[in-house]
């Protein structure tokens, strides 16, 4: 098994260069380096950090793949209840300003090895599935290996409607036009049992995902958190022992271990503060960590070799990290 730890993603000022209406309240973005330079290759399910003028970093779902790209594209659903992000990108962000970016970081990795796969999106989580479609057409296999359901509360609210129709495995599904949502349990009753399956979206439709892939194998279900799955451990009340620098941290209710340790001055990398995007985790040396991340698979988050400390407790007295 392959663990998740990263190595250092580059951090770099990049410049809006253009901006496209693609559906109701989703545009997508393009960001450039000023100088022109190339950008480091993108596969199909990554995405970077952004961290925009008003001093909000959100994470975003790159949308075409390929190597060296001389721009990265998002896109970005302005959200009724947005914290700042996608208010402040559809509102105010405008052509040649500049943010800085950090990534990619891929914790939604697409199997190029399956004999098919089979792919779920609901609203913006089409983002990185259609990152996932580009790569399969380009593959040698890809005619007939691949299937897309695609589901919108309405027509008007699905991006990439036109690049979309031209593959007659896609299905779609608006609410408002079928009185129902997407029925993921049917369509996985009548898929093959070797299928790869991929699945981005809302809260409930990840929840039903999961529930309809409760049976089959971890290896080929796979999931993109946009939010956190579950709140992060507050409870506190155990010792952080930093391996490298030989200092320790007691971690007191109410603060997770990142907030501890950079309140020490400790520097460490984080990003989402939610467990969803990966750029937090450490390795873990000794101690038994409480989980509460979205990017570790169950199998990871039991072997304990590594732990995101935005949102993980303790389950021991002691937690000893690789800092």
């Given at each position: ?16 260069i ?6 109701r ?78 990534g ?9 090895r399956a004999g ?14 259609w ?11 890809a ?16 991006a ?27 369509i ?12 981005c979206g809302?809260?409930p ?14 290896e ?20 952080v ?78 937690l000893?990290?690789?800092l």
């Amino acid at each position: 098994m392959t663990e998740h730890i990263h190595s250092a993603e580059p951090t770099f000022e990049a410049r809006l260069i253009g901006i496209r209406y693609v559906a109701r309240d989703v545009n997508t973005y393009e960001f450039a380096r000023p100088d022109g330079a190339p950008l480091q290759d993108v596969e199909p399910g990554a995405h970077i950090d952004i961290a925009l003028p008003n001093g909000l970093t959100r994470q975003y779902s790159l949308i075409s793949p390929g190597p060296m790209p001389d721009r990265y594209i998002v896109a970005v659903k302005r959200d009724p209840q947005s914290r700042g992000g996608s208010r402040f990108m559809h509102s105010e962000l405008r052509v040649g300003q500049t943010v800085t970016i950090t990534g990619p970081r891929n914790n939604f990795k697409l199997d190029e090895r399956a004999g098919h796969t089979i792919l779920i999106a609901g609203g913006i989580g089409i983002t990185p599935i259609w990152c996932m479609i580009e790569r399969l057409e380009q593959l040698p296999q890809a005619s007939g290996s691949w299937s897309l359901h695609y589901s919108c509360r309405t027509r008007a609210e699905a991006a990439f409607l036109a690049e979309l129709a031209p593959h007659p495995q896609v299905r779609l599904n608006f609410d408002d036009e079928s009185g129902q949502v997407l029925d993921i349990a049917a369509i996985l009753a009548t898929s093959p049992s070797d299928a790869h399956l991929y699945c981005c979206g809302p809260a409930p439709m990840l929840a039903a995902f999961e529930a309809a892939t409760a049976s089959w194998p971890a290896e080929q279900k796979h999931v993109e958190y946009f939010t956190a799955k579950q709140a992060p451990a507050l409870e506190g009340g155990f010792v952080v022992e930093l391996k490298q620098s030989g200092k320790e941290f007691i971690i007191p209710p109410g603060k997770s271990i990142l907030e501890v340790l950079r309140d020490g001055g400790v520097d460490v990398s984080y990003s989402c503060e939610q467990g969803i995007c990966g750029a937090c985790e450490t390795r873990v040396i000794s101690g038994v960590p409480e989980h509460r991340d979205s990017v570790l698979t169950p199998a990871e988050q039991a072997a304990n070799n590594t732990v995101m400390i935005c949102c993980a407790g303790s389950k021991t007295d002691r937690l000893v990290l690789d800092l």
